[in-house]
């Protein structure tokens, strides 16, 4: 799938915060960037393999699982790891292999998001290639 110049990124974002989540939506708007969110696992299930997506974004620290654990449901999708504990960045064993990075939250969802957005641009660019 490529993403022509003028077609918005659509990220997945599975986090169990529905605030942080809200936050992220809204940040998207702002950054005409589409944020599908999911706040429990098997909504995350049905929707990452019902929609059409660019890049997952998944909290590293969920309730029931971890998200390097659930990375696995989206593996030919770039996906990345979010999370407060910055200590899981310097940690890449933590990851597992379906992981292709990590953002912490601290840096900011406008950041997160523009990073994001910016790798599933670099992905569809290497597949044309």
């Known amino acids: ?3 022509p110049t003028n077609q918005v990124t659509r990220i997945l974002l599975f986090d ?3 605030m ?3 936050v992220m939506e809204k940040t ?3 950054l005409k960037i589409e ?3 999911c706040t429990d696992i098997d909504e995350f299930c049905l929707v990452a393999m019902g929609e ?3 890049v997952a974004l998944i909290d590293y620290n969920l309730e029931a699982f971890k998200g390097s654990n659930v990375a696995k449901v989206v ?3 770039p996906t990345y790891l979010i999370s407060n504990n910055s200590k899981i960045a310097n940690d890449q064993s933590q990851w597992g292999p379906d ?5 912490a939250k601290e840096s900011g969802p406008e950041s997160i998001l523009t990073a994001a957005s910016a790798s599933a641009v670099a992905a569809t660019k290497r597949k044309a290639a």
């Open 20 to 22: 942080y989540c809200k």
């Open 16 to 18: 169990d915060d529905a």
């Open 99 to 103: 992981v292709h990075g990590f953002f």
């Open 35 to 37: 944020v599908i969110t």
């Open 52 to 54: 059409d997506f660019d």
């Open 1 to 3: 799938m490529s993403i």
């Open 75 to 77: 593996e030919a999708k």
């Open 28 to 30: 998207g708007e702002k």
